[in-house]
């Protein structure tokens, strides 16, 4: 926050830290870009809630981030510990306004294979086709 401050850039960016609840929604619907620098994660929660808001992730390649965030697609993968690396990727989404929203649009439309009205209806699916085969017997 002071970093921001020092360098006058509230205006254009903020750190939030944790937040969630109505907070988070409301940070999720005025942000353009979602920056989460990690140097070890699974697949974080706070990326596909970002995707899923239609926001292009700037992040690193860590755990399963890079099988949802492609880079120059939906997002920019950036290695980790280069804070150098993440004001690139910002100063580029500032002079391409318009890949905010292209990508933007492609993180939303990847995350929502995942969303529980796709998943629901796949594994309806799976279960109707399985309990429609004969069972198979086993010797024991």
């Known amino acids: 926050r002071s970093e921001i401050e020092a360098k006058g850039l509230q205006n254009i960016a903020s750190y939030m830290g944790w937040v969630s609840g109505n907070a988070k929604t409301e940070a999720l619907e005025w942000a353009d870009i979602y920056i989460l620098p990690s140097y070890?994660?699974?697949?974080?929660?706070?990326?596909l809630e970002a995707m899923a808001s239609g926001m292009p992730v700037i992040?690193?390649?860590?755990?399963?981030?890079?099988?949802?965030?492609?880079?120059?697609?939906?997002?920019?993968?950036?290695?980790?510990?280069?804070?150098?690396?993440?004001?690139?990727?910002?100063?580029?989404?500032?002079?391409?306004?318009?890949?905010?929203?292209?990508?933007g649009q492609r993180a939303l439309a990847d995350v929502s294979l995942y969303f529980p009205e796709k998943v629901f209806g796949h594994l309806a699916k799976l279960y109707t086709t399985l309990l429609?085969?004969?069972?198979?017997?086993?010797?024991?």
């Not at 070890?40 to 990326?47: D, R, S, V």
């Not at 429609?132 to 024991?140: D, L």
């Open 132 to 140: 429609s085969q004969p069972a198979a017997h086993t010797k024991g």
């Open 40 to 47: 070890n994660e699974g697949l974080p929660i706070a990326i």
């Open 59 to 103: 992040t690193t390649p860590v755990g399963g981030i890079p099988e949802l965030v492609r880079d120059g697609n939906n997002g920019t993968l950036i290695p980790p510990g280069r804070s150098d690396c993440i004001a690139a990727a910002l100063r580029w989404y500032i002079s391409n306004p318009q890949q905010v929203e292209i990508r």
